[in-house]
T-cell receptor, first 113, second 115 residues
Framework: GENVEQHPSTLSVQEGDSAVIKCTYS??????FPWYKQELGKRPQLIIDIRSNVGEKKDQRIAVTLNKTAKHFSLHITETQPEDSAVYFCAASHILSYGKLTFGQGTILTVHP | DAGITQSPRYKITETGRQVTLMCHQT?????MFWYRQDLGHGLRLIYY???????DKGEVPDGYVVSRSKTENFPLTLESATRSQTSVYFC??????????????FGPGTRLTVL
């Protein structure tokens, strides 16, 4: 089955800096890669996703890049703010998996004011 | 987000007892999922369901049972709870398994402690 590795496990940045979280996946058939943000004590919520037919997607301060050849994808957050502090999860899925997501282990992002 | 709910939100039980966690969604989503969240492991899929009366195992199904007699409900039962099942359990749903619409919406979670 699919295996998703996520790094780093913790990331600490100063407000205004950029943050990058990286994930690798094992199943070359995977074609959908969402990122979820989970604030303390809350449910995971989708913040951005990318399909395999594009290499990059942006939404204001966040962006995701995908390298299918290398089987890795990354989340980029620019101009970080304290409210970006949360746990971020990457995930992978493919069309034959009935919507099942395989998640990475998570990254605890702390943005210091 | 108010469309998917879980109950109870918190549960303490003892080893060997049967526990049922409830999940209800109002969107008529076809797909529903149960995950457990443990530190260092992220979210791991326990069971999923493609429609009423269609369920299948995920990554960590041992010790759990599911049913889905109605589209909107997807209960998860721990037949004989063990301490290793202490975790936060999330239910999720999605409209379709299409590769072009796979967003999963999560419920608020149930924190289960097995003593």
């Amino acid at each position: 089955g699919e295996n998703v590795e996520q790094h780093p496990s913790t990331l600490s940045v100063q407000e205004g800096d950029s943050a990058v979280i990286k994930c690798t996946y094992s199943d070359s058939a995977s074609n959908y890669f969402p990122w979820y943000k989970q604030e303390l004590g809350k449910r995971p919520q989708l913040i951005i996703d990318i399909r395999s037919n594009v290499g990059e997607k942006k939404d204001q301060r966040i962006a995701v890049t995908l390298n299918k050849t290398a089987k890795h994808f990354s989340l980029h957050i620019t101009e970080t703010q304290p409210e970006d502090s949360a746990v971020y999860f990457c995930a992978a899925s493919h069309i034959l998996s009935y919507g099942k997501l395989t998640f990475g282990q998570g990254t605890i992002l702390t943005v210091h004011p | 987000d108010a469309g998917i709910t879980q109950s109870p939100r918190y549960k303490i039980t003892e080893t060997g007892r049967q526990v049922t966690l409830m999940c209800h969604q109002t969107w008529s989503h076809s797909y529903m999922f149960w995950y457990r969240q443990d530190l260092g492991h992220g979210l791991r899929l326990i069971y999923y369901s493609a429609a009423a009366d269609i369920t299948d195992k995920g990554e960590v199904p041992d010790g759990y049972v599911v049913s889905r007699s109605k589209t909107e409900n997807f209960p998860l039962t721990l037949e004989s709870a063990t301490r290793s099942q202490t975790s936060v359990y999330f239910c999720a749903s999605s409209e379709s398994s299409s590769a072009f619409y796979n967003e999963q919406f999560f419920g608020p979670g149930t924190r289960l402690t097995v003593l």
